[in-house]
């Protein structure tokens, strides 16, 4: 294995999500899909990347996202059932349009604008690329209505590991302790270590790196 930057060159569309987007959990999915989607318990290993750290607290040679952020926009997700279609082919006589299944939606979605992403991190250079190219055709939140997508994957040699930290100041989640250890710097905060990032069993007191935008 070997120090790697991994780049998405982006569709021209609004990505979704927090700005982290990370490399592991994608890798994860991509290797999910690469089983054949089974019925799991928690994220599939991710093999082509190295491991670091102890116990419960390990996690992946894998930066987050690096980018240069454009900017910001705002969107809708619009859902509006065909109600007089539905009672028509129907025995009812009236639905609840407040709640339940045929309630509508007119929810704002926010997105950030980058011609390309970046990742730093340790591993098989070709395995990644050829996950990733395989089944990774986006990133980020709401892919199935076409954010987030990706045009090309490529995957270079780079002379220095920035999978962890940069300069003093880490790029992807650590757990809190061991960023205070090391003496590096970050923003406190509570977020995952290893996919699935949205399991609580994942997730810490954390140092993140700074300056990501939020949406």
Request: charged letters at 25%.
């Amino acid at each position: 294995m070997r120090p790697i930057v991994v780049t998405a060159k982006l569709g021209g569309v609004g990505v979704m999500g927090d700005g982290f987007f990370p490399l592991d959990g994608l890798l994860s999915y991509a290797v999910h899909c690469e089983m054949g989607r089974p019925q799991v318990e928690e994220a599939p290993a991710v093999d082509c990347l190295e491991r670091r750290g102890e116990g419960e607290d390990w996690y992946y040679a894998a930066s987050f996202a690096v980018a240069e952020w454009k900017g910001e926009g705002k969107s809708f997700w619009v859902k509006r059932p065909r109600y007089s279609e539905y009672i028509t082919r129907s025995e009812a006589k009236s639905v609840t349009v407040n709640s339940g299944q045929f309630k509508g939606y007119n929810m704002p979605v926010f997105y950030l604008l980058a011609d390309e992403i970046r990742w730093y991190c340790v591993g098989e250079p070709a395995l990644i690329l050829d996950l990733l190219s395989t089944h990774v055709g986006s990133v980020g939140k709401k892919r199935s209505q076409g954010w987030g997508l990706v045009s090309a994957w490529t995957v270079e040699p780079h002379d220095e590991d920035w999978s962890e930290v940069r300069d003093g100041v880490v790029t992807r989640a650590l757990p809190a302790v061991v960023a205070r250890d090391r003496g590096l710097d970050g923003d406190p905060g509570w977020y995952g270590v290893k996919p699935a990032y949205w399991d609580v069993r994942n997730q810490g007191d954390v140092f993140l790196p700074p300056g990501k935008p939020t949406t």
